[in-house]
């Protein structure tokens, strides 16, 4: 059993062995309630914040040895999904920290629990480098930089900093290749300099805010090369998978689970909507009855393709141990198609809702803004298809995203 807050700020225990979707439903009701105050906020509702940690959703990929649910990425699809249908801002910070909490298995046992194994509350989240720089002095590296798209990041205990790395002759370290070296600094909260920047259509309860180090002091211990084998110290078969392949399909899950939200409140609206000039409902319309048909196919299609490809990967890896070029290009297939696929079925949803839609007391009009700003993220890139494209046609896929 893990120690966790509860709703009331009181501790309470969650267990590990329990099932994190189950968990992620209990919570649906608090999430569609306090959804408009994250958007007014721009940041997680202290509610919501309490409710993820009473059920210990921000570990559910985290090892079990660290107090995680330590599930498969078709059980965190599930979650995202569940989460983001009720709350997008919460699915997706909840994505992010999951993909961060994957470092677990790159840093020292003695750090990992000082982040995630000692603080029932404990988070780590980072944002993209702007501009960074780790100089490397004895024991470790003194850090300046400047970091964007920081989500979920006021609400974490810990905060990465990606950071290309300066040797002592002023230099930058590179691979054998020639390519520059990051690494990821790990850092407590109390150290960063947030600025507020976080002013977007969509997706404004993340607070995906921008965040400063100025010559901090951070350990060897507390950095991590992400993803690198020589540097995992956790050899069980998931880590097989990266932090890609937790966006990949965790902010697919965001999309699908907005979309879920969007079509489920639309036949719940067809139930007594008359639309003007018409005596029947919405739910007496032939168009209607095809066009629902038709999208719940297109959006569950998307989910089982991308259930499918884990499933795939994951079979791979008990075979094999390791991925292979097909299972990566099948999972970024599966993931940046089930993002293109979600954004029309919210679109269709949003459409076919009329009028009711555009009012901003109306749940449509912010899930429609949520869904354009997590199609607008790296994991939807439609250049990604090109890639999947030359792996079909024989050729190499040259791309930094599989």
């Given at each position: 059993m893990n120690a966790a807050i509860d709703l009331n700020g009181q501790f309470s225990s969650f267990d590990p062995a329990a099932d994190p979707v189950a968990k992620a439903q209990s919570i649906f009701a608090i999430l569609r309630a306090e959804s408009p105050k994250t958007d007014s906020l721009n940041q997680l509702t202290p509610t919501i914040v309490d409710a993820l940690h009473a059920h210990g959703l921000y570990r559910t990929l985290l090892p079990k040895s660290l107090n995680g649910y330590g599930v498969?990425?078709?059980?965190?699809?599930?979650?995202?999904?569940?989460?983001?249908?009720?709350?997008?801002?919460?699915?997706?910070?909840?994505?992010?920290?999951?993909?961060?909490?994957?470092?677990?298995?790159?840093?020292?046992?003695?750090?990992?629990?000082?982040?995630?194994?000692?603080?029932?509350?404990?988070?780590?989240?980072?944002?993209?480098?702007?501009?960074a720089r780790a100089k490397v002095v004895p024991g470790g590296y003194e850090v300046t930089g400047h970091w964007g798209f920081g989500s979920g990041g006021h609400h974490a205990t810990w905060m990465g900093a990606h950071c290309h790395i300066e040797l002592p002759d002023g230099s930058l370290l590179k691979d054998d290749n020639g390519n520059l070296i990051e690494r990821t600094m790990m850092v407590p909260q109390a150290a960063l300099q947030?600025?507020?920047?976080?002013?977007?259509?969509?997706?404004?309860?993340?607070?995906?805010?921008?965040?400063?180090?100025?010559?901090?002091?951070?350990?060897?211990?507390?950095?991590?090369?992400?993803?690198?084998?020589?540097?995992?110290?956790?050899n069980e078969p998931f880590y097989q998978f990266t932090t890609t392949s937790a966006y990949s399909t965790g902010f697919a899950a965001v999309s699908m689970g907005i979309a879920r939200g969007m079509l489920d409140d639309l036949k719940a609206l067809a139930q007594t909507k008359k639309p003007s000039h018409t005596a029947r409902t919405l739910r007496d319309s032939p168009v209607m009855h095809h066009l629902v048909a038709q999208n719940e196919a297109k959006l569950r299609s998307a989910r089982a393709f991308v259930l499918e490809a884990i499933a795939e990967a994951e079979e791979t890896i008990r075979q094999t141990g390791t991925l292979t070029i097909e299972n990566k290009v099948m999972m970024r297939l599966a993931t940046t198609s089930a993002i293109h696929r979600a954004k029309e079925v919210a679109e269709f949803a949003y459409h076919e809702a009329g009028a009711t839609a555009i009012f901003a007391s109306n749940p449509f009009e912010r899930r429609m803004r949520?869904?354009?700003?997590?199609?607008?993220?790296?994991?939807?890139?439609?250049a990604h298809l090109e890639v999947c494209g030359q792996y079909f046609l024989g050729l190499q896929p040259a791309a930094r995203h599989l």
């Open positions: 498969g990425l078709q059980t965190f699809v599930k979650v995202i999904e569940t989460l983001a249908s009720g709350d997008a801002s919460t699915g997706w910070c909840v994505c992010q920290a999951s993909g961060c909490s994957m470092a677990a298995a790159y840093v020292d046992n003695e750090v990992a629990r000082k982040i995630w194994g000692d603080d029932p509350r404990g988070v780590l989240a980072w944002g993209f480098q702007l501009q947030w600025t507020p920047t976080w002013d977007v259509v969509g997706l404004r309860g993340t607070g995906s805010d921008e965040y400063r180090l100025e010559n901090v002091f951070v350990p060897q211990a507390h950095s991590v090369r992400r993803d690198i084998d020589a540097e995992r110290r956790i949520d869904i354009h700003a997590s199609a607008q993220q790296v994991q939807g890139r439609t």
